[in-house]
C-alpha cells in the first residue's frame, strides 16, 4: 500500500484562508480528542510521527495536510519522483472541554467551514473510542453528514482492544445497523492502533473511495517494477 506509506506533511491551516487550493482528493480524519485519530494517521501510514499524537486533549489546534504521492515511471534509486495524487487530512479533535470558550468556537469555525465547503473532500473517517462510541459530537458530525451522500463516510471503532470480543460484536452490529440505514456511502469497522488490527481494511477501504479503478495502484506497481 505505498500510496499511504509515501504520505508526506505538506502544510497545516489555522484559518480557512491557509488552506491549500482545491483539487486533489481529500480523505479527512476526525474525531473526538483522545479517541485515537493521530495514531490511527501514523499507523495507517506506518510512520512514527505523520501526525502528531497529544495526551493533552485539544493540543492539535490546526488543520493538517499531508500528501500521498506515487512514484513516476523515470524515477530511479539516485533520482526518485513522485507526484502528489492526494491529501491525508488531519483535524482538531473535537469534544475538548479544557480550552477556553473562544479557543473552541475559533476551532469549531475552522472545521465546519472545512467540512462545508471543501469541494475536494472525499470520504471523512470518525475515529470512536469503542468503549465511548457515539458520543454527541460524534452524532454531530454523522448527522452533518446525511445528506452529503457525495463524502464517503467510514465510522472506525478504535481501541477495540479495550474492550472484550463479545462487547466487539455487539458494537459493531449495532454500528453496521445504523451505517445500513443511512446508505452504501457509510461503513464501519473495528480498529486497534496499538495492536495495528484492522489497517489493511481501511487501506482498503480508503483506496476505494480515491482510486476505486486501481489506475494509480497498477502505475505504481509499474514504476516500482521498472526502478532499478
Known amino acids: ?48 510521527r505523520l ?4 495526551k493533552t486533549p485539544g493540543r492539535t489546534q490546526l488543520i493538517n495536510f499531508c500528501a500521498r504521492a506515487r ?8 533520482n526518485p519522483l513522485r507526484e502528489d495524487v492526494g491529501f491525508l487530512v488531519d483535524l482538531p479533535g473535537y469534544g475538548y472541554a479544557k480550552a477556553a470558550q473562544e479557543t473552541r468556537a475559533g476551532w469549531s469555525a475552522l ?3 472545512y467540512l462545508a465547503h471543501r469541494p475536494s473532500l472525499t470520504g471523512i473517517v470518525i475515529v ?3 468503549r465511548r462510541p457515539f458520543m ?19 465510522w472506525l471503532i478504535n481501541k477495540c ?28 469497522q473495528l480498529f486497534s492502533g496499538l495492536k495495528k488490527e484492522g489497517v489493511e481494511e481501511l487501506q482498503t477501504t480508503l483506496l476505494s473511495w480515491i482510486d476505486p479503478e486501481g489506475r494509480l495502484s497498477a502505475l505504481e506497481t509499474a514504476a516500482s517494477a521498472g526502478t532499478p
Not at 501526525?51 to 497529544?54: C, E, P, Q, T, V
Not at 454527541?136 to 467510514?154: N, S, Y
Not at 482492544?161 to 445504523?178: G, H, P, T, Y
Open 111 to 113: 472545521i465546519g467551514g
Open 1 to 48: 500500500m505505498s500510496l499511504f506509506d509515501s504520505a508526506r506533511f505538506r502544510t497545516s491551516a489555522a484559518s480557512i484562508a491557509q488552506l491549500p487550493g482545491a483539487g486533489l482528493p481529500e480523505i479527512a480524519f476526525a474525531g473526538r480528542s483522545n479517541a485515537g485519530k493521530s495514531t490511527t494517521i501514523n499507523v495507517l501510514t506506518r510512520q512514527g
Open 71 to 78: 512514484k513516476l515511471p523515470q524515477s530511479t534509486a539516485k
Open 128 to 130: 470512536m473510542d469503542a
Open 161 to 188: 482492544d479495550q474492550i472484550k470480543r463479545a462487547e466487539r460484536a455487539q458494537v459493531l452490529a449495532a454500528a453496521r445497523s445504523r451505517a445500513k440505514a443511512l446508505g452504501e456511502h457509510v461503513t464501519v
Open 51 to 54: 501526525a502528531f499524537a497529544s
Open 136 to 154: 454527541p459530537a460524534d452524532e454531530w458530525l454523522i448527522e452533518f453528514f446525511a445528506e452529503r451522500t457525495h463524502v464517503r463516510q467510514l
